[in-house]
């Protein structure tokens, strides 16, 4: 797809002129004469980049829509001028301005610009799409005959525009799946969008979904653009979809059918493209039944169903999960443990009700409370069932204050209890202690007497 270029000029030679160079290039170019006409082009058009006037024959000049752009839109904008100075030049681009270019135009000088305004824009969201991809386990873990399964689904289904349903139990995945599908797909390059609609209040998650004009409400101090327009093109994954308030889904249906809608408080047509990801842990259908959830959204999202299945559901794949987690607490600082075979099959008797995101939880428990290099099975069981281990009966005593402390007192204890721990394994040494936990020997000291552990 071409970028698309707007020409804020009031000059129509200019944009003229700069339109058909453009379009010689490759690119979509639009002009227009006032910075009202493209501030209202911006908000009603995907634009990849502006080129912005700083004397304009109206009511606004260019440095005060350059702000108004720069608060509004995470797009390059190139300001051009016939008057141009260095304090000029100095203030555009304080105010935002990814480049200044003196009138008259140097063409090559244009091109080379925009290039590199589109190249900026470009490694912004390469950024963005690595901090996404940090934060998230990046693949589907597991080879059980279900997360094949599954793996063969979302690899149907991730290259076509099809709207996806993800259905499972809470805990099993689903989100993974989601990103699984958008990794795999053509919008691949874009951010998904993502909308946990459990999370967003009632009154706020129209302005969320469809953004907002300034002064709309009560708070609206700029205008704001809503996830389905940032979706423009690309996925929006709704999350938890079936806590969404019936007056919401009769308005989501009406967008999701024709792909265009209004601002909060605005009255300009907004068109989009989007595809569309949903996820829950409802059964919809009692949902339908009980009258909570529209029978024609829930046929609308559900095109290709896909079910993530529960982790009882696919027990052989502990091994590899806990593998795959262990990784993740590393790199996070947590020392690596091994887990003995006997500890594995502790693991794979438990039921798990509270699926992958259980056992993430329970992997760091134990990584950080045990004090051996091996996990076995008596570690496995003792924190899974302390009521039944007189030994974890006593540990789990010790854990208590934290259980009713606030965070504050909860992080002073853990860090006495801890210290206290790593002062007995090292036989009251304190240098020796300091080496392995990592701090400065008077550092430790002092923190030992804080804690009234020695005197």
Same mark, same amino acid.
């Given at each position: 797809?071409?970028?698309?270029? *707007?020409?804020?000029?009031?000059? *129509? ?15 979509? +170019? ?21 080129? $912005? ?25 190139? =300001? ?75 690899? =149907?289904? +991730?290259?076509?525009?099809?709207? @996806? ?9 689903? !989100? ?20 946990? /609609? ?9 302005? !969320? ?10 708070? +609206?101090? @700029? ?29 989501? $249906? ?34 339908? !039944? ?12 559900? @095109? ?6 529960? $982790? /009882? ?20 600082? *947590? ?34 409370? /045990? ?85």
């Amino acid at each position: 797809m071409s970028k698309r270029i *707007l020409i804020i000029d009031d000059e *129509l030679s200019i944009r003229e002129t700069l339109t058909g160079i453009l379009e010689d290039e490759g690119f979509a +170019a639009t002009g227009v004469s006032s910075a009202e006409e493209g501030l209202e082009l911006l908000d009603t058009m995907n634009i990849d980049l502006v080129l $912005l006037d700083i004397w304009l024959g109206d009511n606004m000049d260019g440095m005060t829509a350059l702000e108004k752009i720069h608060a509004r839109h995470r797009i390059p904008v190139i =300001m051009i001028s016939g008057h141009g100075t260095i304090e000029t030049a100095v203030q555009a681009t304080r105010k935002g301005a990814f480049d200044f270019v003196e009138k008259p135009l140097s063409y090559d000088k244009i091109i080379l610009a925009i290039s590199n305004g589109l190249r900026f824009a470009r490694l912004e969201q390469e950024n963005l799409l690595l901090r996404q991809g940090s934060e998230q386990q990046p693949i589907l873990t597991g080879e059980s005959a279900a997360i094949k399964a599954l793996k063969k689904q979302i690899e =149907m289904v +991730a290259p076509t525009d099809a709207w @996806v349903l993800i259905r499972g139990d809470h805990g099993t995945g689903k !989100e993974l799946v989601a990103q699984s599908i958008h990794r795999a797909s053509r919008s691949s390059e874009q951010p998904m969008i993502e909308v946990n /609609c459990a999370a967003i209040p009632e009154e706020l998650i129209e302005s !969320e979904l469809f953004g907002h004009e300034k002064g709309s409400f009560t708070g +609206a101090h @700029v205008s704001k653009r809503g996830k389905f327009d940032q979706a423009d093109g690309g996925i929006l994954f709704l999350d938890e979809i079936g806590d969404m308030s019936l007056n919401t889904q009769s308005k989501i $249906l009406r967008i999701l059918q024709e792909q265009k809608f209004e601002r909060v408080g605005g009255n300009k047509t907004i068109k989009v493209n989007v595809r569309v990801l949903a996820a829950t842990n409802k059964n919809l259908e009692e949902e339908i !039944e009980a009258g909570n959830f529209r029978a024609d959204l829930f046929w609308r999202l559900n @095109v290709v169903p896909i079910h993530v299945p529960k $982790l /009882c559901d696919r027990i052989q794949d502990i091994p590899l999960l806990v593998g795959e987690l262990m990784k993740i607490l590393v790199s996070r600082g *947590l020392k690596p443990k091994d887990f003995s075979a006997d500890a594995y099959q502790a693991l794979r008797e438990h039921h798990w009700p509270g699926n992958v995101r259980e056992l993430r939880n329970f992997i760091e428990r134990l990584a950080i409370m /045990c004090q051996e290099p091996t996990i076995t099975a008596a570690h496995v069981r003792s924190f899974l069932n302390p009521e039944q281990n007189s030994s974890a009966v006593s540990h789990a005593a010790s854990i208590d204050p934290f259980l009713s402390a606030d965070y504050k007192t909860a992080k002073r204890l853990f860090e006495k209890e801890y210290l206290q721990q790593k002062l007995l394994q090292n036989d009251n040494n304190i240098s020796k202690t300091a080496e392995q936990v990592g701090l400065e020997r008077s550092h430790l000291h002092k923190k030992l007497k804080s804690f009234a552990i020695i005197k």
